[in-house]
């Protein structure tokens, strides 16, 4: 979470959104590459979203809706929400994450039941794997929001000191993402 809290202190500084930076300290060619790479991670969250939202919606049906119908009524309303532009992205997440809240709080009160105290504290490979695959998804999670966190900030007084943008931001990064990882890890105990 360090990563992506350093990254939104340019925000307010450079007035930039986060996938200009690139190009004034790599240059055109430098940006380039940076910029497809960051193509790539977003059609991949794209595509996991897409199919994960198809399959909510397949269930929530009962399976009178299609898998693949799902997911391309969540891909056009992602798309939609994408040309409405940042502004309404932002007046959507000001609101949006109440709703989340809410949802993740019954998930989690649902699934208490299958809570448990896992004993840790196991030796070898299996469990070296274990922590390290859980210890790289955290940190992909959220090294995600690297190509992300400035463009939240642009709109910030250039006077704002960075340690209260880096604190923010971390702060926030910290909580949410702390949530969503324990209760994943929680409900997927059998899995991961």
């Known amino acids: 979470m360090i990563p992506p809290a350093y ?31 960051n193509v790539i ?8 979203n897409s199919i994960v939202g198809g399959q909510v919606i397949t269930t929530l049906s009962n399976g009178s809706c299609p898998l693949v119908v799902g997911v391309i009524i969540i891909a056009i309303i992602s798309l939609l929400v994408a040309l409405l532009g940042y502004k309404f992205v932002h007046y959507y997440e000001r609101f ?13 009160g649902l699934g208490a039941k299958h809570f448990y105290n896992a004993p840790f504290g196991g030796t070898g ?10 210890g790289g998804a955290v940190f992909g999670f959220a090294v995600a929001w ?33 949530f969503i990882e324990w209760l994943g890890k929680i409900l997927l105990k059998d899995y991961i």
């Open 7 to 37: 990254m939104a202190t340019f925000g307010p500084k450079m007035g930039l959104r986060a996938m200009t930076i690139p190009r004034f300290s790599f240059g055109w060619y430098g940006a380039m590459v940076l910029a497809c790479a």
């Open 41 to 48: 991670a977003c059609m991949g969250w794209s595509m996991v």
């Open 96 to 108: 949006s994450w109440i709703v989340t809240f809410i949802l993740f709080c019954i998930v989690a």
């Open 125 to 134: 490979q299996a469990e070296a794997a274990s922590v390290l695959s859980f």
């Open 146 to 178: 690297i190509s992300l966190t400035a463009d939240y900030n642009v709109n910030m007084s250039v006077d704002i000191p960075r340690w209260k943008v880096f604190f923010w931001t971390y702060l926030g990064l910290f909580c949410s993402l702390n």
